[in-house]
């Protein structure tokens, strides 16, 4: 709920203006003259303040140059309120920096848009979003305000994907980026040797399928659902925008992105240089991370483990049969329950 700072000295105005935006879901602190309202703004910073221009102790032109100067206060916007119409006071005001200015007598729909028009201006991106509750309808909700992106797809339908459903193939051509809601998704390359290699395992609150999408090309890998998944869709158009039409959100998306492009990374260097027990040590630990707290247990096949790894399924058995003869985990035929994941990670091989 977003907060708004009301500064009026007119005690019958203050509580008619508040109560009007209170009605609209808006929560409302007030002041009584500029003073007391800059003290309040200071224990908690409002979303919005509208502000009298005459009132005793401090006027409206002196608390907008406080905030002005105020690291903390600073680009709040801020709307005026005031029954003078004289040019000269609302040039000055607009030069102080006043976002908007309103007259009295003001009717309630001039009130509300004024609000609404500046708190939608002034939307700023969250520096977090939890992908794994809604935060990726939060997110596209903010970027769309924020970058005015009214062509943002309204559509985000969940759309189910059985358990070893292809959903693109490698060579195929990119028309849009993958988000996993519930699931997991493996993407697999396959070698001219036709052997296969899982070059990512994407969990939900995850997104796959973008690097096609940024170097236009068809891609390189196949995509495949690892159980009964689903996955929310976002064309190709609608990325392009999230990462071009404003710094601000395109800068939050790769950031969104980017941890998938790091661990890819460092999984390839991996494969290249560490010894088949670190590898299988290092995914067994990755794998943990990632598993449900509630169950924290691995539940991939043993195929697929290797194919992750980089590695034949004989050497992955064995690796993991070692693991667990020193206590470092549990096994069954379908899981695989880290018990040390310290040991796992300080233990040299």
């Known amino acids: 709920m977003k907060t708004i700072l009301l500064i009026e000295d007119n005690e019958l105005i203050r509580e008619n203006t508040a109560e009007i935006l209170e009605l609209a879901g808006y929560a409302v602190r007030t002041a009584e003259n500029g003073k007391l309202g800059v003290e309040q703004a200071l224990a908690q910073r409002p979303d919005l303040v509208i502000c009298d221009i005459m009132m005793p102790v401090l006027d409206g032109y002196g608390v907008l140059n406080i905030f002005n100067q105020n690291s903390q206060l600073a680009g709040v916007p801020f709307i005026f309120l005031t029954a003078k119409t004289e040019r000269t006071d609302m040039r000055r005001g607009m030069e102080l920096g006043a976002d908007d200015y309103l007259t009295k007598p003001f009717d309630e729909t001039d009130l509300l848009s004024a609000v609404t028009g500046r708190l939608n201006r002034f939307r700023h991106l969250k520096p977090d979003y939890d992908l794994q509750a809604e935060g990726l309808d939060e997110f596209l909700e903010d970027a769309k305000q924020v970058a005015n992106l009214e062509s943002l797809s309204a559509d985000r339908k969940v759309h189910v994907v059985r ?56 891609y390189s890998d196949s995509a495949v659902a690892v159980d009964d998944s689903e996955l929310v869709f976002i064309p190709k158009q609608d990325f392009l925008q999230l990462l071009t039409r404003n710094p601000e959100v395109g800068q939050h998306f790769i950031r969104l992105l980017a941890g998938r492009v790091s661990e890819r990374e460092k999984q390839l260097l991996d494969m290249a240089y560490n010894s088949i027990r670190r590898r299988v040590a290092d995914t067994l630990l990755r794998l943990h991370e990632q598993a449900d707290l509630a169950s924290p247990t691995i539940q991939l096949s043993r195929e697929d483990m290797a194919a992750m790894i980089g590695t034949a399924s004989e050497s992955l058995i064995r690796t993991l049969s070692e693991f667990k003869q020193a206590g470092f985990i549990e096994v069954t035929p379908k899981s695989i329950r880290v018990l040390q994941p310290e040991k796992l990670r300080s233990a040299h091989w």
């Open 163 to 218: 358990k070893k459903q292809d959903i693109y193939v490698e060579g195929d051509e990119p028309s849009r980026l993958y988000f996993v809601k519930l699931g997991r998704v493996k993407t697999v390359k396959t070698t001219g040797a036709g052997k296969e290699l899982i070059t990512g395992i994407y969990n939900s609150g995850e997104f796959f399928g973008y690097m096609a999408l940024l170097e236009q090309t068809p």
